[in-house]
């Protein structure tokens, strides 16, 4: 209820986490059928980057400014993004308010909209008064959305499996309780893949200290799914629970060849990303149906710090 999104939009855990988002909306779309997007903890759907919450951190000059000014790297070499980046930054700066450059920084919800087909659906859950009064504003002429003020865990019950029989649920809460809160994932997880066995599950996940996470990964190979991807980006050594060293993302029952669409990206935001030392990438198949070898971890030479873009 503390946790306010607005300090952190665009920062270099978000381009992780959105562009992972956008990989599976498009995996999605290749069907034709309709699908539905459930997202537990949306926020408030759009994030100025001139706020004063913006302003206060700045992060996403560490974020998604490095990847949509790449000249700033003084690489010329680097400036050429591998096309599902390129799409996604594409569809950020189609954001009406981003005609000039970037203003505004869409989360989840809206990024999930932009991407979706008229057919297709999203519910989205917001617990905080605030944030899900301006969801549901943001949102009121989109007959494709439904807002809900609510507790997403809880709200699982109640929305799965969705009409559509096909989709994605994604959960991406602010860990206040930081440890605990991989616990209360793991009950959510097993109660939804009761519910819809069938369905994406998508999870996002903070990395301060690698042993924080490392139950709960070892608990998503015994989950049930049939396969469950992890990608993670780290830009400093995970080694220290007083800050944000990285993030990663799990997918459960992923999509097929999302591992080898993920991985070109992957290179590059650890490139584009890195700070004082080399970013890591890590892409791992924790369960697979095939048992398809698993443990990729890379390292990307950082590159000059850039200029803040004015």
């Not at 799914?225 to 400093?236: G, I, K, N, P, S």
Request: with cysteine; glycine share 4%; proline share 8%.
């Amino acid at each position: 209820m503390n946790y306010r999104h607005a300090y952190h939009a665009g920062n270099f855990a978000d381009v992780l986490k959105h562009s992972v988002l956008f990989a599976l909306i498009q995996a999605l779309k290749a069907k034709d059928t309709p699908f539905a997007l459930i997202d537990t903890h949306a926020g408030s759907g759009c994030y100025a980057l001139d706020s004063e919450e913006a302003g206060k951190t700045g992060e996403y000059r560490d974020g998604i400014a490095r990847l949509l000014f790449p000249d700033l790297q003084q690489h010329a070499e680097q400036s050429a993004l591998p096309p599902l980046l390129r799409h996604w930054l594409d569809s950020i700066l189609a954001l009406p308010g981003n005609e000039h450059g970037l203003k505004l920084y869409p989360g989840s919800p809206l990024q999930a909209a932009l991407a979706m087909r008229a057919t297709d659906s999203a519910q989205l859950c917001e617990w905080h008064p605030e944030e899900a009064s301006q969801l549901r504003e943001l949102f009121h002429h989109d007959r494709r959305v439904h807002v809900h003020h609510r507790n997403g865990y809880e709200a699982l019950k109640a929305l799965l499996p969705p009409k559509e029989k096909r989709g994605l649920v994604l959960i991406d809460p602010p860990y206040e309780a930081q440890e605990s809160e991989f616990r209360v994932i793991e009950e959510a997880l097993k109660a939804a893949l009761q519910r819809w066995p069938n369905g994406i599950y998508a999870v996002w996940y903070p990395i301060k200290l690698r042993s924080q996470v490392q139950p709960f990964l070892r608990w998503l190979q015994r989950c049930g799914a049939r396969r469950v991807l992890q990608a993670e980006l780290l830009v400093r050594p995970d080694d220290s629970p007083l800050r944000l060293n990285g993030s990663g993302m799990v997918v459960l029952n992923a999509p097929w060849n999302l591992d080898q669409v993920l991985r070109e990206p992957l290179q590059a935001m650890a490139r584009l990303l890195s700070q004082e030392r080399a970013a890591t990438w890590r892409l791992d198949w924790l369960a697979h149906e095939d048992d398809t070898p698993a443990s990729h971890v890379h390292h990307a030479r950082p590159l000059p710090r850039p200029q803040r873009p004015r």
